[in-house]
């Protein structure tokens, strides 16, 4: 039976007493901006911007550089860039490169992020953590639910179930790119995924 991490997380919701401290992996300002609009209210939010996979370098700076607009702009966040390193990203999709996208590329793409930031949420004592990828319709939100909670598992710290293309979350980070006038690129990052 397939898993509905949205009605997952609407359960996680509505039995919360306390505003629990939440790691938000980011990609990128616009897939952020309706993530942190409607999680604010639930959760103490502060975002790891870790994207080793953006190419080129002028391009990762740029993403940055909305990313910190969306959080400068509404306050729902606070924002923790993580160093650029390429390599790492290529380390981890090597032999993959001509892999379509969507396919096993992406996957170890979605695992190299996704581990770190469970590893930077359990050394910083938060109670979840997750990523803001599952906006996209262009992502597998299941194959990320999946791999968040294995990796939660192995770290020790919480994933939080999400699917945040549902109700109309996609859309919404859409209206919301054009409120806070944030740049919306037209390739997921890598310079595979650019190539088509």
């Given at each position: 039976?397939?898993t509905?991490?949205?009605?997952q997380?609407?359960?996680l919701?509505?039995?919360?007493?306390t505003?629990?401290?939440?790691?938000?992996?980011?990609?990128?300002?616009?897939?952020?901006?309706?993530?942190l609009?409607?999680?604010?209210?639930?959760?103490?939010?502060?975002?790891?911007?870790?994207?080793?996979n953006?190419?080129?370098?002028?391009?990762y700076?740029k993403?940055?550089?909305?990313?910190k607009?969306?959080?400068e702009k509404?306050?729902?966040?606070?924002?923790?860039p993580?160093?650029y390193d390429?390599g790492?990203f290529?380390?981890?999709?090597?032999?993959l490169?001509?892999?379509?996208?969507?396919?096993a590329?992406?996957?170890?793409?979605?695992?190299?992020r996704?581990?770190?930031?469970?590893?930077?949420?359990?050394n910083?004592?938060?109670?979840?953590?997750?990523?803001?990828?599952?906006?996209?319709?262009?992502?597998?939100?299941a194959?990320?639910?999946?791999?968040?909670?294995?990796i939660?598992?192995?770290?020790?710290?919480?994933?939080?179930?999400?699917?945040f293309?549902k109700?109309e979350?996609?859309k919404r980070?859409?209206?919301?790119?054009?409120?806070l006038?944030?740049?919306?690129?037209?390739?997921c990052?890598?310079?595979?995924?650019?190539?088509?």
């Amino acid at each position: 039976m397939k898993t509905d991490y949205q009605k997952q997380l609407d359960l996680l919701i509505n039995g919360l007493e306390t505003k629990p401290k939440l790691l938000l992996h980011s990609c990128c300002g616009p897939c952020s901006s309706y993530v942190l609009e409607y999680l604010s209210k639930y959760f103490e939010i502060t975002l790891y911007y870790y994207n080793p996979n953006i190419f080129p370098p002028e391009e990762y700076e740029k993403r940055l550089l909305n990313q910190k607009k969306v959080v400068e702009k509404t306050g729902w966040a606070t924002l923790i860039p993580s160093k650029y390193d390429h390599g790492e990203f290529l380390t981890a999709v090597k032999g993959l490169e001509t892999e379509p996208e969507g396919g096993a590329r992406c996957t170890e793409c979605f695992k190299i992020r996704l581990l770190k930031t469970a590893k930077a949420a359990r050394n910083g004592g938060f109670d979840y953590f997750a990523t803001t990828l599952s906006v996209s319709p262009h992502k597998n939100a299941a194959l990320l639910g999946e791999l968040g909670e294995k990796i939660g598992e192995e770290y020790g710290v919480k994933h939080l179930p999400s699917d945040f293309k549902k109700r109309e979350g996609y859309k919404r980070s859409i209206e919301l790119s054009k409120e806070l006038d944030l740049y919306r690129q037209d390739y997921c990052g890598c310079e595979f995924s650019k190539r088509g």
